[in-house]
């Protein structure tokens, strides 16, 4: 005989025992809210710096009290699930009965061991329960163990996706400050005679060769340049190069006196 068993399913003998059984419920509302509440911790945002690795504590394995055997079934089935409980009378007249709970949340299903106990209809009348108290703390053990499996599992698949993100921020960060374009401008020179030799000294340090009415980009800052043509006078002067805008020099380089002794 196949018997399907809910939470709330059975009807408590009396108000006491009902009011035993909400106790045992409740408590067992509470571990699943505090096993909640850690998960909960795991979903912290990808921004948080920490991920809790602090492991569940072990429920012992030591036998418990258990008051009525669907009170006890009650404890080990989630929310919201099926247990199943199979009675099978075996040829010699003896009875077979397995306890098959469904998995809890993050345990695979073929790693719930069932509770199988094969006995006398009286024998089971005496002993089921007991054998059921032995056996609860041994499925809870089952249940914590999927729970921190999954708990770490979870927590090294935060820590990766963290560092990840990190590197990725970090290399992201380094290709934008490498590859920004300094603050520039540009200039133009226009001399006069137009064939003078012209060279302008950057404000970062380097010289350039332009000639009249060329345009150059220029680091921003003062800049030096400096005129020169064969029997003209030389001209030197600054110009402030400011960030995206054209500077125009115009420079005149008269022509020299000529020498009273006639030779240069």
Do not use: W
Not at 177 to 192: D, E, F, H, N
Request: proline share 7%.
């Amino acid at each position: 005989m196949t018997a399907l068993a809910t939470p709330g399913a059975a009807a408590p003998a009396s108000d006491e025992n009902h009011d035993d059984e909400i106790d045992d419920v409740d408590d067992a509302d509470t571990e699943g809210d505090e096993a909640e509440d850690t998960g909960n911790d795991e979903d912290a945002s990808p921004e948080s710096a920490a991920v809790d690795s602090t492991p569940i504590t072990m429920p012992s394995l030591e036998p418990v009290a258990i008051q009525g055997i669907f009170r006890g079934l009650a404890l080990i089935i989630p929310e919201k699930t099926t247990l199943l409980l199979a009675i099978a009378k075996l040829a010699n007249g003896d009875l077979r009965v397995t306890v098959q709970p469904p998995p809890a949340p993050d345990e695979p299903a073929e790693t719930v061991l069932p509770l199988t106990v094969t006995a006398s209809a009286e024998d089971l009348d005496a002993q089921f329960v007991n054998a059921f108290s032995a056996y609860k703390p041994a499925r809870d053990y089952a249940t914590a163990s999927a729970a921190e499996i999954a708990r770490a599992t979870k927590a090294a698949a935060d820590k990766t996706r963290l560092e990840a993100e990190a590197r990725r921020k970090k290399t992201a960060s380094t290709t934008s400050t490498s590859g920004a374009r300094k603050p520039s401008g540009m200039l133009i020179v226009k001399t006069t005679p137009a064939t003078a030799a012209i060279k302008v000294a950057a404000n970062d340090g380097k010289t350039h060769d332009v000639t009249s009415g060329g345009k150059i980009t220029l680091a921003v800052g003062k800049a030096t340049i400096t005129a020169t043509l064969a029997g003209h006078n030389s001209k030197l002067t600054t110009v402030t190069i400011a960030n995206g805008a054209t500077e125009t020099v115009e420079l005149e380089l008269p022509a020299c006196e000529p020498s009273l002794f006639g030779g240069a």
